[in-house]
């Protein structure tokens, strides 16, 4: 266990998101039950971190930060996270080889994407 805060984000009343900060697992063990050990984090970093009913997590969120969110919260940013537009590349021209000038592009297309 590397990480040195273990942030909490909860929903607030009105509808802003609360973020909580704790310095060990100890002080969060006293407001939620602790009903497992995270063993199989792809994070390596946070093997081994308490899991928390009514708790998502833990995930990596930044340098030597721990983060666990309430579902509601995992949900609507995952949501936001999913709608957020990624940039998108423009495609580049595909140009037959010199040594196929007549090739059709439709064809130089199909080896291209292979």
Not at 38 to 56: K, W
């Amino acid at each position: 266990m590397s990480a040195k805060i273990i942030r909490v984000v909860s929903r607030e009343s009105d509808g802003s998101l609360r973020i909580r900060e704790f310095e060990c697992t100890a002080e969060l063990c006293r407001q939620y039950e602790q009903i497992g050990i995270d063993d199989c984090n792809t994070e390596l970093s946070l093997r081994g971190f308490p899991l928390f009913r009514g708790l998502i997590g833990p995930m990596a969120d930044g340098r030597n930060i721990a983060r666990y969110e309430t579902p509601g919260v995992f949900e609507v940013l995952t949501k936001e996270w999913a709608m957020a537009k990624s940039r998108r590349r423009r495609a580049k021209a595909i140009i037959p080889p010199a040594h196929f000038p007549n090739m059709p592009l439709a064809i130089n297309a199909d080896f291209a994407s292979g």
